[in-house]
């Protein structure tokens, strides 16, 4: 945590020393206004301190975050080039064991530009990607013991709709209409629903309670609910008609009394940390049939481990994609191998979301975009 705390102050100084200080043909006045934009923009994470928010949720709104998220990731994509042209120019000194040598001068004002005008697209196109409307993802998934009434059975997965300060109630207007158009027989929501409290969002989040599905909206809670104040916004869903799961399983049945399939889902498994349950898998299956499919919603793919027998399809959120090339690698490290998309793991199924919005902290996509993820069943 502290590395976090310090790390924008260092890049802060790296721009400042060893890109915009070197530079021959530009004037004091232009070298100032380059610190301020890229030197200040590399602080993005303090603005809190103006806005009354924090490092979760800056509490900015729409176009005041556009703005300073594309100055702060333009910043960051500056500090990589220009780290990646000193260990360029490094390997070449050592090479060819001379100090004075390099490929790419940092007095250059032709190079200054480049990359400067190669950190300023990268990050405006990642924001306006993070910002932009979630695409349609379908999958069609073959579930062995499915009931032949349940063959064809439609479901949407929302996940970290990260509702806050910079959304707009269109953007959660649009997400609804396009889900209950497709007439879903399930809603399956895998959390991060809020940034915020709900005097805060209300006018936003209640929006959330006009989807509608054949048998149901259910959902699990991610780790931001834990930051925004769990048990009330749990306690809002339901009484809107969204159904949590928290260590908890229902038996879907159709309008005869058939049942189809076990929907099951689990607390964020983190909750312990805030005095919590802890997430417990055998409790969410406690209730079910077991001679009928299961479909598990956890936040956090890395439980999917723990799945394997006991899950035909888990559904997951949390890593939003990855964000980006290099970052996507790691995130898939840190979360048992999962990222994005769909993954075999024997019996079970998993589907990472994307995420159907971002999240205020880190608005940024490069490649994977937002997405609302339809899922048909099959025999």
Known sequence: MLAFKIFPFIQALVIILCFILPLKKVSLKYKILLA??????SLKQYIYI??????MDPKLSRYPAIFFDTIYFSSIFLFLLTLIRMIINGVYKLSRLNPGK????AQSTRYAALFLLIACLIGGRAVFNGFAPPVDKFYEITV???????????????????????TIPSEIEDIVKRVNETEPDLILIAGDFVDGTIEELDYMTKI???LKAKYGVYAVSGNHELYSGYKNWIEYFEKGGIKFLENDGVIIRNEKDVPLLNVCGVIDISAHRFNLPEAD???ALANTDRNLPTIFMSHQPKLANQLKDKSDLTLCGHTHGGLMPGLKQIVAKVNGGY???LYNTGRQ???VSNGTRIWAGAPLRLHDPSQIVYVTLKQ
């Open 349 to 351: 199924r998993v589907i």
């Open 36 to 41: 301020i934009i890229f030197g200040l923009g």
């Open 339 to 341: 990222v994005s998309g």
């Open 208 to 210: 959330l309670f006009n």
């Open 102 to 105: 390099f490929i790419i001068p």
């Open 144 to 166: 062995k013991n499915l009931p032949s009434e349940a063959n064809d059975l439609r479901i949407v997965e929302l996940a970290d709709l990260h509702i806050s300060a910079p």
């Open 50 to 55: 103006f806005s009354g928010g924090d490092m």
């Open 281 to 283: 898998i055998q409790k």
